[in-house]
């Protein structure tokens, strides 16, 4: 966990490859522990509880990216892994819940993308609603799916994909 080059940097590695759960799991008992040497790599004149959101956002972000990745390999049960793992340690992090939702829907699962998709609705209405909009498409529920489709364009009036899917239903 140390490095040869900063003596106050503390780095916190996966010990297996794409085990996230694990690494945020250290990252949390050492933040809970308010270890200063984690939140002192983070900022320099901040306090350390805004240091610490920093650094869990960032983890969270690092971990969205490698999911993408996985994604576009072609590796959707390890994405779906990967993701899960993020939405345990934080449960409104919206764009996990969203990615979630989308990769369930891919594999068929319209139910479940729902749920995952219902729960973005706090974080980032517009986008969520656009989704759960697919899915409900997708369910053959296209009163619903439209009433979700013209929600988010009043929300965000420049959200066109929300205009568009209200004239594909």
């Given at each position: ?103 369930l829907l891919l594999d068929g699962k319209p139910a479940e993308a729902a749920a995952f998709l ?52």
């Amino acid at each position: 966990d140390d490095t040869l080059w900063y003596d106050h940097v503390r780095l916190f590695r996966q010990r297996t490859a794409g085990d996230w759960a694990e690494v945020i799991k250290r990252v949390r008992t050492a933040l809970a522990a308010g270890n200063t040497t984690v939140t002192h790599t983070i900022t320099h004149a901040r306090k350390p509880r805004a240091a610490a959101a920093d650094f869990k956002t960032a983890i969270f972000k690092t971990a969205i990216r490698d999911s993408l990745a996985m994604l576009q390999k072609g590796e959707t049960k390890a994405a779906r892994r990967q993701l899960e793992h993020v939405i345990e340690a934080m449960p409104k992090h919206a764009e996990a819940l969203q990615l979630l939702g989308g990769i369930l829907l891919l594999d068929g699962k319209p139910a479940e993308a729902a749920a995952f998709l219902e729960r973005t609705l706090a974080v980032s209405p517009a986008i969520a609603l656009g989704n759960l909009g697919l899915v409900l498409h997708r369910l053959k529920h296209d009163s619903k799916a439209l009433a979700q489709f013209e929600k988010a364009a009043a929300i965000a009036p420049d959200y066109a994909e929300a205009h568009s899917n209200c004239g594909v239903i």
